[in-house]
């Protein structure tokens, strides 16, 4: 059974920071091209952060370069998301995707405000 679960997610301030984490499980997380997307109320879903693992890079929005970071632990199939310099824009459920066989996880609510 494949399974992406985030978790991290909560309400910060303004300028404040949130480790994002999505364990996964039944699929080769190790090969697997990850995304980090999420959805602003009322909004469509925006992509913010990538692993290519062919080539072994990562990429960024232009919103968030400079201030988010992705990793990934192989050995834990665990991909993160570290965000810093939190703004109220960043308020969104954030989901973890594997693009090639399009798994998706439930989400976890980010919420920045004062």
């Known amino acids: 059974e494949v399974q992406l679960v985030e978790s991290g997610g909560g309400l910060v301030q303004p300028g404040g920071s949130l480790r994002l984490s999505c364990e996964t499980s039944g699929f080769t997380f190790a090969s697997s091209d990850m995304l980090w997307v999420r959805q602003a109320p009322g909004k469509g879903p925006e992509w913010v952060s990538g692993?290519?693992?062919?080539?072994?890079?990562?990429y960024y929005a232009d919103s968030v370069k400079d201030r988010f970071n992705i990793s990934s632990d192989n050995a834990a199939n665990t991909l993160y998301l570290q965000m810093n310099s939190l703004k109220p824009e960043d308020t969104a459920v954030y989901y973890c995707?594997?693009?090639?066989?399009?798994?998706w996880g439930q989400g976890t609510q980010v919420t920045v405000s004062s």
């Open positions: 692993i290519d693992r062919s080539g072994g890079k990562t």
């Open positions: 995707h594997a693009p090639g066989p399009d798994f």
